[in-house]
């Protein structure tokens, strides 16, 4: 059944949001970082633990066999939630395990070699950007980087003249983590396809606000994080094309990812299972399958649009603020609400300080994107992103504060 949205009502089932903070009521604007659960995920994780709690996939006990059900379950929740298939999901403990395991297979597997080249972008998170570098130092393959406009934009001509024949991946966000755009992932996928480079996407910041489908994106790779989509921490997962998973060789190895094992050698499961090695996250995966069930409660055509008045607020009472800087400050493109900026004389850090003293939560200093912030002269900034639960007048006792900062350190008096 599929409730109206009703802010309210969302809120109330996030317990966390009782709490004040030297009086003052919490407001959470930092769930780009992590998001905070609802009482459905909190209650599954618990009830598998308190009832189910075993070992998946091996074991002749009612406990095991029902844990292996809902974990095998969960898959089916998590993927339908993208659009996919269960056997396309491959869980990981997070989307940086899932970016190492896709650039560790590729490098097993001699995919790339001195010469070739791996794309990535100006704006990428570190998950997406030291495994490549990693590769490429490896194998000796260049790594190259797509422009980040003044606008926050990503210079599509310049990534029709970097992506050649040469390249072998493309990787790139959805979302960026910093600027809150949305990146034109049909037109790279085009510029990819037309060179026969493998597509892989970071959707850990369009996930919890986009309605994904995977498989109609055209890449052929993404991974995404539980603890961004209302779920646990401890667990991601990899999204991948049939023929791209059975293409590629496990990056770890040891229990539940064989069939046969001699002392000279393995064979190993098809994919999703050969790339699952070891214990799993049961309790998480149980978990998570609440938190996008949860999710599929709601109106969210509803929720989407409440989380687009959400954006447009926070940019434009940003703007209005005088000695504010908006990184990304862009009306072309389609963006989530998450914002950072730049509060003039005052380090983020002590912003950040400033506005916790107000109640008001959000994230400091570079959000593992030094490149992107070195191209915007900067080495920090102030980052607020909003949730489903986030109200207008959350919204609006940010901009109180923050238009308060810089009187409070005696900056532009």
Known sequence: MTLPFDVDAVRADFPILETEIDG???????????????????????????????????????????????????????????????????????????????????????????????????AEHHANLIPWQELAARTGARLRHIPVLDDGMLDLHAAADLIGARTKVVAFPHVSNVLGIVNPVAKLVTL???????????????????????????????????????GPYGIGALWGRDEVLDSLPPFTTGGSMITTVTLDKAEYL??????????????????????????????????????ARLETRLREGLRSIDGIRLLGDTDAAERVALQAFEVEGVHAHDVGQFLDSRGVAVRVGHHC????????GMTASVRASAAIHTTEDEIDTLLDAVSGVRGFFGVGA
């Open 24 to 122: 003052r009521p919490l407001v959470y604007l930092d769930s780009g970082a992590t998001s905070q659960k609802p009482r459905a995920v909190l209650d599954a994780e618990r009830a598998f633990l308190e009832t189910a709690n075993s070992a998946v996939h091996r074991g002749a006990h009612t406990l095991a066999a029902e844990a292996t059900e809902l974990f095998e379950d969960s898959r089916v929740s998590v993927a339908e939630f993208v659009g996919a298939e269960p056997e396309q999901l491959v869980w990981t403990s997070g989307a940086t395990a899932g970016l190492n395991l896709v650039a560790g297979s590729l490098g097993y597997a001699g995919r790339l070699r001195e010469g070739d080249e791996i794309v990535v972008t100006e």
């Open 192 to 230: 990819a396809r037309g060179v026969g480079a493998l597509t892989v996407l970071d959707a850990c910041q369009s996930a919890p606000h986009l309605r994904l489908d995977l498989p109609a994106s055209g890449v052929d790779l993404a991974v995404f994080s539980g603890h961004k989509i209302y």
């Open 270 to 307: 098809p994919a999703p299972q050969r790339f699952e090695a070891g214990t799993q996250p049961v309790s998480q995966a149980v978990a998570l399958a609440a938190a996008v069930r949860w999710l599929g409660e709601h109106d969210l055509h509803a929720a989407h649009a409440h989380e």
């Open 369 to 376: 994107a030094q490149p992107l912030h070195r191209r915007f």
